[in-house]
């Protein structure tokens, strides 16, 4: 389905009913990558899965996509679609996102999952990161992408997973230009949020992959303190739905039904 919004299409799809449940993406992905566990959250729940700014068959807003311009659109396709409160699920980018919209909107939230996605802002090396992979977007943006894919999983999975890997990046090449370079910008420039993840009372729920190449294990243990936060950790890198798509499919499951 489509919403229209700011003279751009945001694409989504809505299925199931009972609890409404968002998935938001990651970086080069769309909402295609929830395939791997939709079945089993649209048995009791409602879920909404949209393709944020610049990704899959939403188009771009500019040349920053901020995370706050991001959650804006997510905040716009709710709105349009009459849901109040919902559970939010949060995929690396879609993490940050997720955090945005519930900075603005906390009354709107029953719970927050952050999936290997963290609260912090970039460290100083990860602008200067975010830097390079602007420029090699530039130079030749499908082989930045082809690197990128694989580069998110365990290394021992790169061949395990290789149709999937394969799938991903199909999916990620089809990501304009434009789309990959404001979603870098957006990600670099975003606010530290840890102290909000903290201190807000709705239920959380921190997903790690203890082989993440992309996020370092050791600064996320600290974002887990506190009694409303739960922790779920697998042995393996940053793209869970697929390297652990049935554990986390009950992961999820379970922090749904506990709320």
């Given at each position: 389905m489509i919403l229209e919004h700011k003279g751009i299409n945001i694409f989504y799809t809505d299925q199931g009913q009972g609890n409404t449940i968002?998935?938001?993406?990651?970086?080069?992905?769309?909402s295609s990558m929830w395939d791997y566990i939709l079945p089993q959250l649209t048995k009791k729940n409602r879920v909404i899965c949209t393709d944020l700014l610049g990704h899959g068959k939403t188009g771009c807003i500019g040349y920053i996509h901020s995370m706050e311009l991001m959650s804006e659109t997510v905040e716009a396709l709710l709105t349009h679609l009459n849901i109040n409160q919902s559970i939010f699920i949060g995929h690396s980018m879609g993490g940050y996102i997720a955090l945005a919209f519930a900075e603005k909107n906390p009354d709107k939230l029953k719970g927050l999952c952050l999936m290997n996605s963290t609260a912090q802002a970039d460290s100083t090396q990860k602008k200067q990161n975010r830097?390079?992979?602007?420029?090699?977007?530039?130079?030749?943006?499908?082989?930045?992408?082809?690197?990128?894919?694989?580069?998110?999983?365990?290394?021992?999975n790169r061949i395990l997973?290789?149709?999937?890997i394969n799938n991903v990046t199909n999916e990620a090449l089809k990501t304009p230009l434009?789309?990959?370079?404001?979603?870098?910008?957006?990600?670099?420039?975003?606010k530290d949020r840890e102290t909000l993840w903290l201190s807000s009372s709705y239920k959380k729920l921190l997903i790690i992959g203890k082989?993440?190449?992309?996020?370092?294990?050791?600064?996320?243990?600290?974002?887990?303190?506190?009694?409303?936060?739960?922790?779920?950790?697998?042995?393996?890198?940053?793209?869970?739905?697929?390297?652990?798509?049935?554990?986390?499919?009950?992961?999820?499951?379970?922090?749904?039904?506990?709320?």
């Open positions: 968002v998935l938001l993406h990651g970086f080069l992905e769309n830097d390079r992979a602007i420029l090699a977007v530039k130079q030749n943006h499908k082989t930045f992408i082809r690197m990128a894919i694989g580069n998110l999983f365990r290394p021992k997973f290789s149709k999937d434009q789309g990959i370079i404001a979603a870098l910008e957006g990600m670099k420039t975003r082989e993440d190449p992309v996020l370092d294990y050791k600064t996320l243990i600290p974002q887990t303190k506190h009694d409303n936060i739960k922790l779920v950790e697998f042995p393996d890198g940053h793209m869970s739905h697929i390297e652990n798509t049935y554990e986390l499919s009950c992961s999820i499951m379970h922090f749904i039904e506990n709320i």
